[in-house]
């Protein structure tokens, strides 16, 4: 089956500082990616749908100046948390779709916790 | 947009029961409705999905079934297994490439 990776599992760093999340298609390729935020015992919430070779298209009330989120191939999209603060602590989800059919079955990678302190 | 409701948000069975979750949405144009099993620190994972024009599909122990006209899908798993414990996710989308929205999960128990 189709498989997505992320990369780190988990991070931890100190406040204002940048983290890079990537996330891999590892035997399909991509145009679309999604990107996703989850608090604990809570629903995943789109932040962003990434497009490869264009500019990601944010949900209302993320802020895309600090999530920032590159498709720079069709495999491969990162989000990088700029000026992380303990309020961005969660876990990142992305997901990507083969785009076999109608190309909207998607899969998730395995998540990356990050840890603000 | 496309709000989903799902219940139970908890629900505790025991081995070999059925356990069944129900979602509604509000958009008629959804016509994609996956389910994600998703465990303690992992990414959700796809266990079954329907699309609009199939009413019932079946795999294994997990079924969906899904009524256009009022808007419902509901996950059926029968002979429930303790591995089965774990939260689920119901979602709908438009299908091509468009977002997914999920619903809050439901975090199912099997006592074993």
């Known amino acids: 089956g189709?498989?997505?990776?992320?990369?780190?599992?988990?991070?931890?760093?100190k406040s204002g500082t940048s983290v890079k999340i990537e996330c891999r298609s590892l035997d399909f390729q991509a145009t679309t990616m999604f990107w996703y935020r989850q608090f604990p015992k809570q629903s995943l919430m789109l932040m962003a749908t990434s497009n490869e070779g264009s500019k990601a298209t944010y949900e209302q009330g993320v802020e895309k100046d600090k999530f920032l989120i590159n498709h720079a191939s069709l495999t491969l999209s990162t989000l990088t948390v700029t000026s992380a603060h303990p309020e961005d602590s969660s876990f990142y989800i992305c997901s990507a779709s083969p785009g076999q059919g109608t190309g909207d079955t998607q899969y998730f990678g395995p998540g990356t916790r990050l840890t603000v302190l | 947009g496309e709000n989903v409701e799902q219940h139970p948000s908890t629900l505790s069975v025991q081995e070999g029961d059925s356990a069944v979750i129900k979602c509604t949405y509000?958009?008629?144009?959804?016509?994609?409705?996956?389910?994600?099993?998703?465990?303690l620190g992992k990414g959700p994972q796809l266990i079954i999905d329907i699309r609009s024009n199939v009413g019932e599909k079946k795999d294994?122990?997990?079924?969906?079934?899904?009524?256009?006209?009022?808007?419902?899908?509901?996950l059926h798993i029968t002979?429930?297994?303790?591995?089965?414990?774990?939260?689920?996710?119901?979602?709908?989308?438009?299908?091509?490439?468009?977002?997914?929205?999920?619903?809050?999960?439901?975090?199912?128990?099997?006592?074993?």
């Open chain 2, 79 to 112: 002979e429930t297994q303790p591995e089965d414990s774990a939260v689920y996710f119901c979602a709908a989308s438009t299908g091509g490439y468009q977002k997914v929205t999920f619903g809050i999960g439901t975090k199912l128990q099997v006592i074993p």
């Open chain 2, 60 to 74: 294994q122990r997990i079924a969906v079934t899904l009524n256009k006209t009022a808007k419902h899908f509901s």
């Open chain 2, 26 to 39: 509000s958009d008629s144009a959804s016509n994609y409705f996956p389910w994600y099993k998703q465990e």
């Open chain 1, 2 to 13: 189709a498989v997505v990776s992320q990369h780190p599992s988990r991070v931890i760093c």
